[in-house]
């Protein structure tokens, strides 16, 4: 896509600013994607075959594109403002937000996410096989596929936005503006969002198990003591207003 392309879209008035940032990346199911702006450009890139596949080459070499182009309209931009990109990270920057990182990734919520991620892991891992010989394809118009999805596709976006939302709490307090919707309330929001979800999705396949109905209990139980700790430390998240999902 050449610059004046990506110019264009980017001021098409149908799309809504800010819509990718607190959304699940699950787009097959968005249903606002005639509003988003990274759809618009994804689907315009797919329309080249070869550049679907992640082993093509013709994929990396387009999405180098689109950075470089993407890149350039930023500086830009910067300079228009008078911010000089090249200068804004010093070596003490980098350590900084190396260190805020790495707190963040051991930060006790952080670590039961990517303990939720294990668990499900184990769980598909040891019983996969056996729910799918012992039980229906399809339940009272729930699609048991469909819902097992659910569980896969979140199962590390949550881990994921709780470290950002963890990393975002940190910076937030540093800067001390509370009159400002917080990026990390956002993230927090939608890691809720995705465990909500997942809690139901849980939920259904307990329908079906006939077997160790209790290890299904645990997870829901695990996801919901996270989803407790979650809105206890951003009491603001559920609140959080994401742009076209929640005007």
């Known amino acids: 896509m050449d610059r004046e392309r990506l110019k264009k879209l980017a001021g098409d008035e149908r799309f809504i600013p800010g819509i990718y940032n607190y959304c699940d990346r699950w787009c097959e199911r968005c249903p606002q994607?005639?509003?988003?702006?990274?759809?618009a450009i994804s689907e315009e890139e797919?329309?080249?075959?070869?550049?679907?596949?992640?082993?093509?080459?013709?994929?990396?070499?387009?999405?180098?594109?689109?950075?470089?182009?993407?890149?350039?309209?930023?500086?830009e931009s910067a300079k228009k403002w008078g911010v000089e990109l090249e200068t804004l990270d010093s070596v003490d920057d980098m350590e900084d937000m190396k260190a805020k990182h790495e707190a963040a990734e051991?930060?006790?919520?952080?670590?039961a996410a990517k303990r939720y991620t294990k668990i499900v892991e184990d769980w598909f891992t040891e019983?996969?096989?056996l729910f799918f010989e012992t039980t229906a394809a399809a339940r009272e118009g729930v699609d048991?596929?469909?819902?097992?999805?659910?569980?896969?596709?979140?199962?590390?976006f949550i881990s994921a936005k709780i470290i950002r939302a963890v990393r975002g709490k940190v910076e937030d307090e540093e800067e001390g503006y509370d009159e400002f919707p917080k990026d990390s309330d956002g993230s927090a929001k939608i890691a809720?969002?995705?465990?909500?979800?997942?809690?139901g999705a849980w939920a259904v396949i307990r329908q079906y198990i006939t077997d160790?109905?209790?290890?299904?209990?645990?997870v829901i139980a695990f996801l919901d003591g996270m989803r407790q700790a979650v809105e206890k430390a951003f009491p603001r998240a559920r609140s959080f207003i994401r742009p076209g999902f929640d005007t």
């Open 192 to 199: 809720l969002i995705a465990i909500d979800r997942s809690i």
């Open 33 to 39: 994607t005639s509003h988003c702006l990274n759809f």
């Open 212 to 218: 160790n109905v209790e290890g299904v209990i645990d």
């Open 127 to 129: 019983k996969e096989t």
């Open 46 to 75: 797919s329309s080249d075959a070869e550049a679907q596949d992640i082993k093509n080459e013709a994929f990396w070499n387009k999405l180098s594109s689109v950075l470089g182009e993407t890149l350039e309209l930023l500086r």
């Open 106 to 111: 051991n930060h006790l919520l952080s670590r």
């Open 144 to 156: 048991l596929e469909e819902t097992i999805e659910v569980i896969r596709w979140y199962q590390y």
